[in-house]
T-cell receptor
Framework: KNQVEQSPQSLIILEGKNCTLQCNYTVSPFSNLRWYKQDTGRGPVSLTI?????NTKSNGRYTATLDADTKQSSLHITASQLSDSASYIC?????????FGTGTRLQVTL | GAVVSQHPSWVICKSGTSVKIECRSL??????MFWYRQFPKQSLMLMATSNEGSKATYEQGVEKDKFLINHASLTLSTLTVTSAHPEDSSFYIC?????????????????FGPGTRLTVT
């Protein structure tokens, strides 16, 4: 059964601090891994897309890494802002079939 | 970026009635659209793949006679929840892929709609 596990489930950090979210996946077939940001009651918004041959991808203050050998990915957020408060969802699979994790709920506070 | 809209954003209906949810790609054409369901604190679960001009492809365990999908044009897909029951209450989200090679390319971008909150009483 395809699975995507994310940790931690929730995280509280102070504004300006950095944080790293983890994603472990057991998905087959696999060709790409994606990170999304989802605000409460809204649809997800894409942050990064990595194919299996890519190790890292950046989008502003967001940097994702991928180790296809260990089936692990991380999302690093630099200099967090209050607007970063949201759920961050990792998903893995192929172009036409993605398996989503349950997300990490991030809260950035003053 | 590309925009995908959904209507309505929320709906409350009585048990036994049907509800139609629309998903539109506003500034690009989408021959394929995806429908997801998300329960509180759970992951997005793919329900079906909507294909313009042909039948939708449903995921295992999703009743095609209960969740009717019609991809009427290159910019519109609809999901009708028939004879809704309280257990159908959920957040329904559609998405449309856009990018080189469409869903056959690994790097296509998937644009999600804002979601529709369905509550069945």
């Amino acid at each position: 059964k395809n699975q995507v596990e994310q940790s931690p489930q929730s995280l509280i950090i102070l504004e300006g601090k950095n944080c790293t979210l983890q994603c472990n996946y057991t998905v087959s077939p696999f060709s790409n891994l994606r990170w999304y940001k989802q605000d409460t009651g809204r649809g997800p918004v894409s942050l990064t897309i990595m194919t299996f041959s890519e190790n890292t991808k950046s989008n502003g203050r967001y940097t994702a890494t991928l180790d296809a050998d260990t089936k692990q990915s991380s999302l690093h957020i630099t200099a967090s802002q209050l607007s970063d408060s949201a759920s961050y969802i990792c998903c893995a699979g192929t172009a036409s079939k993605l398996t989503f994790g349950t997300g990490t709920r991030l809260q950035v506070t003053l | 970026g590309a925009v995908v809209s959904q209507h309505p954003s929320w709906v409350i209906c009585k048990s036994g009635t049907s509800v139609k949810i629309e998903c539109r790609s506003l500034d690009f054409q989408a021959t394929t659209m995806f429908w997801y369901r998300q329960f509180p604190k759970q992951s997005l679960m793919l329900m079906a793949t909507s294909n313009e001009g042909s039948k939708a492809t449903y995921e295992q365990g999703v009743e095609k006679d209960k969740f009717l999908i019609n991809h009427a044009s290159l910019t519109l897909s609809t999901l009708t929840v028939t004879s809704a029951h309280p257990e159908d209450s959920s957040f329904y989200i559609c998405s449309a892929p856009r990018g080189a090679g469409g869903i056959r390319g690994n790097s296509y971008e998937q644009y999600f709609g804002p979601g529709t909150r369905l509550t069945v009483t």
